[in-house]
Each structure stands twice: as structure tokens, then as C-alpha cells.
T-cell receptor, first 117, second 114 residues
């Protein structure tokens, strides 16, 4: 079975401080991992993905994520948070196993990030 | 959200009535998905499609049906709306069945069943 856990419903951080949004996953085989962001009354927007290669992935708006296979984690990070980063963040995973079809992604429950001035 | 539109954006309906939500894409992507988003549950897959007239159930498909008669349109029907189906519904598209490209999401439909 494939699943994603985002252990924190909310993360609060002061502007200018580094932020981390945590994600752990469970898949059969190697994972494809994604982060999405949702602003109020909007659909989800793609931030970044890990398919293969370098464990540190850089994405939009200065975000990055580190793939850690031994810890089955894919935490989202940003060195210096902005108030405009406040949004709902979703981690998603699917297996790279070629026996699995349809590209279906499994999503975590989301983490609400609030950056205060 | 260019290339994928959902209609209506908001709808209020009465319990027991049928409701159809539409997802329209201009990307010619083969794969389309319907999700519902609820607090504490994140996104849950209702139904998905892997081609014209090819659809299958997701994890929360009870009370919902879908149809895809054209590549560009994926319809979600609530056969007899219930209050538990009050939610925000998102459509997503994907070019690759291998999921390497992730999804592109529509802006959502906020449905209220009274």
C-alpha cells in the first residue's frame, strides 16, 4: 500500500526564519515524490518533485526538498520564510514500480503554514 | 490553472437532487481525476479516467458516477446529493500514466448540499 504522512497539521514561523514542512511516505518500490501548494480558494499548484538523481531538489518560489531514502522522508524547506508563503502544503507520492499504472498520486492530509510578520 | 476549467465554481443544491460537475481540459491529456477535499482528510480520490469511456473507482466512489465521452471532458455526477457530499471538488489531469509529470489541478467547485 502507498501512503503519505504529514505529521503536523500546522506550522508557524516568523518571517525571515527557515521553515520545514515534514513528509514521510510508504511505497512499494522506489518513490516519485511531489510537493504542492494551495492558496485560499485556489487549486493545488505544483512546487517540486523528486524522480531520481540528486537528493536535494529545488523548486518554485525558493523552496527545496530533501529526499532521504533511509528515513523515507521528503521534507520541504525554505531558508527564509515570507508572509506570502502562508498556504496549505501537500506532499504526494506514487511508486516508480512499472507494474503500477495510471500515475495515481497519494496525497497527505496537508500542513497549514503560517508565516507571521 | 491554464488548460483546465471546472464548472460551476460554486453550487448550492438540495438533498436528494442529482448534480453534475464538469471538468474541461484543453491539454489533450489522457488521464483525468476527480478528488474531494475535506478538512482533516486532505484529498481523496473519487474516480479517475485513463481514456475515453475508460474509468474506474477511487477510494470514496460511493454515491458518485462519472462519464468521459470525449478526451476533453470528465463529468462527475452525484446521483442523489447528501449533506455528506458537501465538499470542495477538484479535477486534475496528467499526461503520463507513469505520473512523472505530476498533476495539473483545476480551481475547484465548492458544493453545498442543504
Amino acid at each position: 500500500a502507498q501512503s503519505v504522512a504529514q505529521p503536523e497539521d500546522q506550522v508557524n514561523v516568523a518571517e525571515g526564519n527557515p521553515l520545514t514542512v515534514k513528509c514521510t511516505y510508504s511505497v512499494s518500490g522506489n518513490p516519485y515524490l511531489f510537493w504542492y501548494v494551495q492558496y485560499p480558494n485556489r487549486g493545488l499548484q505544483f512546487l517540486l518533485k523528486y524522480i531520481t538523481g540528486d537528493n536535494l531538489v529545488k523548486g518554485s518560489y525558493g523552496f527545496e526538498a530533501e529526499f532521504n531514502k533511509s528515513q523515507t522522508s521528503f521534507h520541504l524547506k525554505k531558508p527564509s520564510a515570507l508572509v506570502s508563503d502562508s498556504a496549505l502544503y501537500f506532499c504526494a507520492v506514487r511508486t516508480a514500480d512499472r507494474g503500477s499504472t495510471l500515475g495515481r498520486l497519494y496525497f497527505g492530509r496537508g500542513t497549514q503554514l503560517t508565516v507571521w510578520p | 490553472d491554464a488548460g483546465i476549467t471546472q464548472s460551476p465554481r460554486h453550487k448550492v443544491t438540495e438533498t436528494g437532487t442529482p448534480v453534475t460537475l464538469r471538468c474541461h481540459q484543453t491539454e489533450n491529456h489522457r488521464y483525468m481525476y476527480w478528488y474531494r477535499q475535506d478538512p482533516g482528510h486532505g484529498l481523496r480520490l473519487i474516480h479517475y479516467s485513463y481514456g475515453v469511456k475508460d474509468t474506474d473507482k477511487g477510494e470514496v466512489s460511493d454515491g458518485y458516477s462519472v462519464s468521459r465521452s470525449k478526451t476533453e471532458d470528465f463529468l462527475l455526477t452525484l446521483e442523489s446529493a447528501t449533506s455528506s457530499q458537501t465538499s470542495v471538488y477538484f479535477c486534475a489531469i496528467s499526461e503520463s500514466g507513469r505520473g512523472l509529470d505530476g498533476y495539473t489541478f483545476g480551481s475547484g467547485t465548492r458544493l453545498t448540499v442543504v
